[in-house]
């Protein structure tokens, strides 16, 4: 298939642990973010890669929350000591300019 | 920074009736915007985009949205609901002058009356 692919679909943690969710952009594209959707808190804006430059960080939460892109392509969304209001579905999208091309997402449960 | 807010957390109309979403953002020049539709248990698709000229832009499933500048607005539109339209429907604004990240709004979902 030729979509975002994120694994886990689902992780159950406990409390305390790290957790790290995967994306696999579209190949090709040049601009991945991520997002996280809570029930009534729509999708926030967590980190934004665009190619080369500089990560846009400004809506990582704390900083137990860390995100990396190796050569480009593959993004790694790292969440250390879990607390339970991290439980969410954390979205990957990919974008060859604008058009985003979203991922179904890793329901994160912290218990 | 360019912002987006959906006014309105929940709509619910009879099916067969007309439909708005409302949008409105904030930004200090033409943003991009971006209407996309998350339905239930599925990911989130793209409904229709505005990034420059014609100010009304069709979209899929029939679905239209108008860039009224002067309002700072990008109101969603269908003229009929069908049942399957009962989903969460997302604005969202890009900032094209600084290749910027998108924003989303908190999103709207419709019901649908049979």
């Known amino acids: 298939g030729a979509g975002v692919s994120q694994s886990p679909s689902n992780k159950v943690t406990e409390k305390g642990k790290d957790v790290e969710l995967r994306c696999d952009p579209i190949?090709?594209?040049?601009?991945l973010y991520w997002y996280r959707q809570s029930l009534g808190q729509g999708l926030e804006f967590l980190i934004y890669?665009?190619?080369?430059?500089?990560?846009?960080k400004s809506g990582l939460p704390s900083d137990r929350f860390s995100a990396e892109r190796t050569g480009g392509s593959v993004s790694t969304l790292t969440i250390q000591r879990t607390q339970q209001e991290d439980s969410a579905v954390y979205l990957c999208?990919?974008?060859?300019?604008?058009?985003?091309?979203f991922g179904n997402g890793t329901r994160l449960t912290v218990t | 920074a360019q912002s987006v807010t959906q006014p309105d957390i929940h709509i619910t109309v009879s099916e067969g009736a007309s439909l708005e979403l409302r949008c409105n953002y904030s930004?200090?020049?033409?943003?991009?915007l971006f209407w996309y539709v998350q339905s239930p248990g599925q990911g989130l698709q793209l409904l229709l985009k505005?990034?420059?000229?014609?100010?009304l832009v069709q979209g899929i499933k029939g679905f239209e949205a108008e860039f009224k500048r002067s309002q700072s607005s990008f109101n969603l539109r269908k003229p009929s609901v069908h049942w399957s339209d009962a989903a969460e429907y997302f604005c969202?604004?890009?900032?094209?002058?600084?290749?910027?990240?998108?924003?989303f709004g908190k999103g709207t979902r419709l019901h649908i009356l049979p």
């Open positions: 999208a990919s974008s060859p300019g604008t058009v985003l091309h």
């Open positions: 190949s090709g594209h040049t601009a």
């Open positions: 890669f665009q190619g080369n430059s500089a990560p846009d």
């Open positions: 930004y200090g020049a033409t943003p991009y």
């Open positions: 505005y990034f420059s000229g014609d100010t």
């Open positions: 969202a604004v890009g900032a094209p002058e600084r290749d910027d990240k998108i924003i």
